[in-house]
């Protein structure tokens, strides 16, 4: 399966085209004005330079696509990893811990989990960059979108 966005070309350079995504969530579907989500319903923009395969132009909507598995994949190894860093460094830094200063051993566990923690931060930076030359992460640039037909609801 793949999910699909669309985006808007803001800038094309050397091949490369800066798409502007709308990020939302399921409350920026939502027609209440509740607290929780605020009065932008946690509406973000994200920008991501692609190679523009269709020959889009600035300001044209264009149609993205990305594997499913990839944002699991992906979405685990940002928050998992240091997920786990952070319970192994507690339970290492409390195992490390001399019998002399058990009353302290709470703030071993403490230390190693924010050690373990950062050494995980490194790794998923390091993943980033290894998996990020593959291209697979990347969402790919599909098509172009009709903008009359985008705006009546149809995609």
């Known amino acids: 399966m793949v999910m699909i966005e669309i985006g808007r070309v803001i800038d094309i350079n050397n091949g490369k085209a800066t798409i502007k995504i709308e990020r939302r969530s399921l409350c920026s579907k939502c027609t209440n004005n509740c607290q929780l989500a605020g009065s932008n ?14 020959a889009a132009r600035k300001g ?13 994949l992906s979405s685990i190894i940002v928050y998992i990893i240091p997920l786990i860093g952070l319970i192994l460094g507690y339970f290492a830094g409390t195992g490390i811990a001399p019998d002399t200063v058990s009353e302290y051993r709470e703030y071993f566990g403490i230390a190693g989990s924010l050690v373990l923690l950062l050494i995980s931060f490194l790794c998923v930076r390091y993943l980033d960059r290894v998996i990020g030359r593959k291209g697979k992460f990347q969402p790919r640039l599909v098509e172009i979108v009709d903008e009359s037909s985008w705006e009546n609801g149809g995609e």
């Open 60 to 72: 044209q909507l264009v149609k993205l696509e990305i594997e499913e598995k990839s944002l699991v």
């Open 41 to 54: 319903h946690e509406r973000k923009e994200l920008e991501v330079k692609l190679d523009n395969v269709v």
